[in-house]
């Protein structure tokens, strides 16, 4: 699904783009009189109104909240960047941001993996093709709060489904949220099933926008599958691909109730993302103005993250 | 990746890798039996994907602990629409879900417009904007959201939730749209202009037009979003009678035990309307969107 | 619905939106500090808000909103409305609801919850509840140094009205079956675990995943039973004492001869309950009526006696659930006189079987409803006297409470003892530099 043939994405920002494509913009220029700007000003104005609402106005108040020393009802005193350099002190901080770094990287490329194998897979013909491609979509349908439960009762304790077929199998019984390197490979697998029908649905729409006779030229030069695969069909869908991987690392990094459903961020925060940390520190700890604090450092290396994904998406579109 | 090697090359629509070489054996023995590899291959991937779902669906049809019933019952889902407001909960949920997708589109699209046609360091900057504000995390969002909303008389109401989910969609759904758009060659646009159409007149009559599939695709993404949040409902909705499914999910959980039977049964009412519009959907993702209609551009 | 009507039309997005952003831009940047608009005090339209929790199953809330929806005022005083309030992101829908003065009037709520609210001034003294209730005989039924703790130097902070008990509870079979008497002090409680492990059963039933705070009361219930506690008797952080430190290290002893089980780490109190359902659990620190909550009524669950600590100590923790009053409200002497009259019909409840806790009247656990139960009047016999709050050896309760019941230094702690990979006293160490730096001095 998502972003069809969402290819030239992100570039628009940067290019100022050109409509259909960077060969003609010249054609343009004189119809962009003030009559189209002002058609222009208002297509945008209501995006505009929401971001400054939803958007603006939070962040405005989280801006103000990480510089003081209040709680949710009162603003506190001023602090400046108090919060934020003892948030930078802890090691609680480090530990978390090591682990979202590594729960973002399984939970996109992972995702992906499958993802982009089961879209190659369901392009060819295959026996009742729609079935598998509308229920392949059900983990990312069913609420989390659900699926936690099942997954809890599926590796929650040394009797469930699957620790009892590794028992089985003679592999002993992997305590799979109780021990701490376990849980956190639980909760990256948790993630990886919850979000790859998004990777599926994307790396679909874009496949179909490849055009097939490119691969008839290409097997006619003798091109292997692999060569085919990696030398045409990656970089056809390659602008595709970096906006999916951008879209799957936000929500990666803002995950929220993934982690806190089934671990809780444990055992000994080996599972404690910076959101969880951001809200165990403000509703948990009441500490608004730190736990505030670790949220925005958080953006911030999101989009410093991103801006550079966003870089790559140019270059890729200039290839 | 196996997938690649039995890729096999058909009519319709584009496959990912040709069937190398042999593109007229594609009917044959060869062909057919690596047909029934995949089905093997993609029944055996989907089968392991789904245990955790049949978990839910198991219980679902599971009797309850206080129920005398044996073996598969649907008295759960009986139960769970008699004797609480499941039925009320459903038609919010598609209330709110509708009207989200609806305006996040009518929101989007042409927002997404202007990005894609615009050419000014105003807009660039507008685009880069929309994805920076977007990163904050909701956790964060929702108290002062709350307050703000409070203050118009928004909170335990199905318009301000409409209206932050809006919000909260529009940004991604508005690069969708405009990536969609930037696929729409200008030349579609120029014709109309000449036949007189204002710049406004062109993008609702020409462009809006060729863009079912990425409607489409905005669209269902809005949907998913607003139909699983549970963190903005909780802090905004009180009462009951207006509640949205995953509220009604949640309320099953009390202080000290947790209704699994019934918060299964409503799960699986939740999974099935995204089940109907990804199902009715599915062909309009499948043909690949313009691509074939505007080949040649 | 309102928002059908207005989506239909391109013109939503310009006019709707529009006069949407005028509003916006009228109210105030941050409507938290300045105190509340008039337009918006207490419940509007004159009624007295009560929030409740769902303290048990649906018919709990539905018999309170009876009760609360019942209530007939005197003339002069406002009727009252019932809301339930989902337990997840709890302290966020209160919080939120106080800074944008929609809160209610009165409510149940978190344990500590009250103590917090009043450090940021946003609670209501209860002392002229208090002196009702002399008057008409209530407070003398109240089970003896309920109400103490929640007396601050201001006044009272909230009303006790119901008491949930951390008790031992043991599973008889399994006892049997091992062979091995009913522990009476902590070598005989190590003596029973080694015998349940040998039949494949747990002595130490306890849990720490996602939610489950039974773990972290296990904790600070054995620092309790050993004369010790977080806070000292003038209400000051004392991890670092030696009873702590000879609880823990008897803990970790339990840990490491696999008496607790080595998944209880993650445990969520629905594996919790499952295990005492499936026969694993043999010994273990739970809650009030606990075969109902597991779903085994068979008579095999059953309420141990208080354990004896190595230096004569007998204890254990309750935490007092409480009602409060906001001081927003439409009319303070109406929310007084409901929190009167609710507190006077509390009986019903227990009448109902809906209770999950012990009252904290004694003419409630007189009723033949509750009385009827062995373990209920166990519990109120043996248990209810020895019973201290999250305040350990201190007497008064408050803001700091809330931090460590529910926050991540208690949860780590307990976490990290329960993996047995960290020696008592430094795991104690980090507990209290942890604590420290969250408290509020």
């Known amino acids: 699904m998502a972003l069809t043939t969402a290819q030239t994405g992100l570039s628009r920002a940067r290019r100022g783009v050109a409509p259909g494509g960077p060969g003609k913009p010249a054609n343009r220029k004189s119809k962009l009189s003030s009559q189209t700007r002002k058609t222009f000003f208002w297509l945008l104005l209501p995006s505009v109104i929401l971001l400054v609402l939803i958007h603006g106005y939070p962040l405005v108040y989280a801006g103000v909240q990480a510089t003081h020393d209040g709680s949710l009802i009162e603003t506190g005193e001023f602090v400046g960047l108090e919060n934020f350099a003892n948030v930078l002190a802890s090691d609680a901080f480090w530990k978390a941001a090591r682990f979202t770094l590594l729960f973002t990287i399984v939970g996109v490329f992972g995702s992906w993996l499958l993802g982009l194998g089961l879209a190659l897979l369901l392009r060819t013909k295959i026996p009742a093709g729609g079935l598998f491609k509308v229920l392949l979509l059900l983990p990312w349908v069913v609420p989390i709060v659900v699926s936690s439960t099942a997954w809890n009762w599926l590796v929650g304790t040394p009797d469930s489904l699957v620790p009892g077929m590794f028992r089985n199998l003679g592999l002993g019984t992997p305590l799979f949220l109780a021990d701490p390197t376990l849980a956190a490979i639980t909760v990256m697998v948790f993630k990886v099933w919850i979000s790859f029908p998004f990777m599926m649905m994307m790396t679909s729409a874009a496949l179909a926008s490849v055009d097939t006779t490119v691969y008839e030229a290409a097997s006619m030069d003798g091109a292997s599958r692999w060569q085919q695969f990696s030398q045409i069909t990656l970089p056809l869908i390659a602008r595709s691909t970096y906006i999916s991987w951008i879209l799957m690392t936000i929500f990666c990094v803002n995950d929220f109730p993934t982690i806190y459903l089934l671990t809780g961020g444990g055992p000994v925060d080996a599972t404690t993302s910076l959101v969880v940390l951001a809200y165990r520190t403000v509703f948990q700890d009441f500490q608004t103005g730190p736990g505030v604090a670790i949220a925005f450092l958080m953006t911030i290396t999101l989009v410093v993250v991103s801006v550079i994904l966003y870089r790559q998406i140019r270059k890729s579109s200039v290839e | ?297 | 619905m309102t928002i059908k009507s207005s989506v239909t039309s391109t013109a939503f997005s310009r006019r709707g939106f529009l006069g949407f952003a005028a509003a916006a831009a009228s109210a105030p940047l941050l409507a938290a500090c300045g105190g509340g608009s008039a337009s918006q005090s207490g419940g509007g339209s004159g009624v007295i808000k009560f929030w409740d929790m769902p303290w048990a199953t649906p018919a709990y809330n539905d018999a309170a909103k009876k009760i609360a929806e019942g209530y007939a005022p005197a003339s002069g005083n406002l009727k009252a409305s019932y809301q339930t309030i989902q337990w997840n992101n709890f302290y966020q829908t209160f919080s939120s609801a106080i800074a944008s003065k929609t809160g209610p009037a009165v409510s149940t709520g978190g344990g500590f919850q009250a103590f917090q609210f009043e450090q940021q001034g946003q609670i209501a003294y209860a002392d002229k509840v208090v002196e009702e209730l002399k008057k008409n005989g209530m407070y003398d039924d109240f089970l003896p140094g309920v109400l103490d703790p929640f007396k601050s130097d201001k006044g009272y902070v909230a009303v006790p009205w119901q008491l949930d008990m951390r008790v031992f509870w043991y599973r008889k079979s399994l006892f049997e079956k091992a062979g091995v008497a009913l522990p009476t002090d902590w070598p005989t409680l190590l003596e029973a675990g080694k015998a349940l492990k040998k039949i494949g059963a747990f002595g130490f039933t306890t849990g720490s995943g996602a939610g489950n705070n039974y773990g972290n009361h296990s904790m600070i219930m054995m620092m309790v039973n050993n004369g010790g506690g977080v806070f000292n008797k003038d209400g000051e952080l004392d991890v670092m004492n030696d009873r702590n430190v000879e609880a823990i290290e008897f803990v970790s002893e339990l840990v490491s001869n696999g008496i607790v089980d080595p998944a209880a780490v993650s445990y969520t109190t629905d594996n919790m309950s499952a295990q005492w359902k499936d026969k694993k659990a043999g010994f273990g620190l739970f809650q009030v009526n606990v075969p109902q909550r597991v779903g085994d009524t068979s008579g095999d669950l059953l309420v141990a006696d208080p354990i004896t600590g190595p230096h004569g100590d007998k204890a254990t923790i309750v935490f007092p659930n409480n009602i409060m009053m906001y001081t927003n409200t439409p009319s303070q002497a109406s929310s007084e006189a409901f929190l009167v009259a609710y507190l006077g019909q509390l009986k019903q409840l227990w009448q109902q079987k809906l209770m999950s806790a012990l009252p904290v009247f004694k003419s409630i656990t007189e009723l033949p409803e509750f009385a009827n139960d062995p373990n209920n009047v166990k519990i109120v016999k043996e248990w209810q006297p020895i019973a201290k709050t999250f305040a350990s050896q201190g007497n008064t309760l408050n803001a700091n409470l809330a931090v460590l019941d529910g926050g991540q230094a208690l949860n780590q702690f307990t976490q990290t003892i329960l993996t047995g990979k960290t020696d008592a006293k430094s795991a104690l160490q980090t507990f209290q530099s942890g604590l420290q730096s969250v408290l509020k001095k």
């Open chain 2, 1 to 297: 990746m196996s997938a690649v090697v039995h890729a096999h090359p058909q009519s319709g629509p584009v496959l990912g890798v040709a069937d190398t070489g042999k593109p007229n054996r594609s009917l044959s023995d060869a062909g057919l039996r690596g047909r029934w590899w995949r089905f093997a291959l993609i029944l055996a991937i989907t089968a392991v994907v789904l245990v955790p779902i049949m978990v839910t669906v198991v219980l679902a049809f599971t009797p309850g602990p206080t129920s005398t019933a044996t073996g598969f019952t649907l008295e759960n889902f009986g139960s769970v629409f008699s004797e609480t407001l499941a039925s009320t909960w459903l038609q919010n949920s598609l209330i709110t879900t509708l009207s989200t997708v609806v305006v996040a589109v009518a929101v989007a699209a042409p927002a997404g417009y202007v990005l894609s046609r615009g050419r000014s360091k105003a807009v660039s900057g507008y685009s880069l904007l929309l994805f920076v504000m977007q990163s904050l995390p909701i956790i964060t969002s929702v108290v002062p959201l709350f307050i703000l909303f409070a203050g118009m008389g928004l909170v335990d109401n199905l318009m301000g939730l409409t209206i932050i989910y809006v919000g909260s969609t529009m940004t991604v759904a508005t690069w969708m749209m405009a990536a969609y758009f930037d696929s729409i060659p200008i030349s579609l646009e120029e014709a109309s202009w000449i036949d007189g159409c204002s710049v406004f007149g062109s993008f609702t009559k020409v462009v809006l037009r060729n863009s079912l599939p990425g409607v489409l695709s905005t669209a269902i993404f809005a949907f998913l979003l607003a139909w699983n949040d549970y963190l903005v409902a909780i802090v905004f909705l009180r009462s009951t009678e207006i509640f949205t499914l995953p509220m009604g999910v949640q309320s099953f959980f009390q202080q000290n035990q947790t209704d699994w039977t019934s918060v299964m049964a409503l799960a699986v009412i939740m999974m099935l309307p995204p089940i109907i519009v990804f199902a009715a959907l599915n062909k309009y993702f499948s043909v690949g969107g313009i691509g074939g209609s505007l080949a040649g551009r």
